[in-house]
Nanobody, 129 residues
Framework: QVQLVESGGGLVQAGGSLRLSCAAS????????MGWYRQAPGKQRELVAAITSGGSTNYVDSVKGRFTFSRDNAKNTVYLQMNSLNPEYTAVYYCNAPRVFAPAKAMGVMTILPPLDYWGQGTQVTVSS
């Protein structure tokens, strides 16, 4: 079983910064691309940033230049540095790993299981004006 645990959310004034972390733990062989989503009250969950296993990133236009997505593959941890925050960014932020490969052993032979999709529990980010 794999768990994603986010941390780093909180209350910050407009113009401030926060750094979110998402640590994956459990039986992990490798993790492909990962994403940060956010869901504001009354709105649908949206993807705001994505990162490949090699570190290439992509961002929704509204956060380009403000957010930086990075990962430490050795620690199975990703980070979202959020700068110049404004109240529109208030939301619950979720970490997603849609393709997590886990090792298994069957009759003494190591195999890699088909990838599974995992989500974190979410961390609240509140930006006050």
């Amino acid at each position: 079983q794999v768990q994603l645990v986010e941390s780093g959310g909180g209350l910050v004034q407009a113009g401030g910064s926060l750094r979110l972390s998402c640590a994956a733990s459990g039986s992990i062989f490798s993790i492909d691309a990962m994403g940060w989503y956010r869901q504001a009250p009354g709105k649908q969950r949206e993807l705001v940033a994505a990162i490949t296993s090699g570190g290439s990133t992509n961002y929704v236009d509204s956060v380009k230049g403000r957010f930086t997505f990075s990962r430490d593959n050795a620690k199975n941890t990703v980070y979202l540095q959020m700068n110049s925050l404004n109240p529109e960014y208030t939301a619950v932020y979720y970490c997603n790993a849609p393709r997590v490969f886990a090792p298994a052993k069957a009759m003494g032979v190591m195999t890699i299981l088909p990838p599974l999709d995992y989500w974190g529990q979410g961390t609240q980010v509140t930006v006050s004006s």
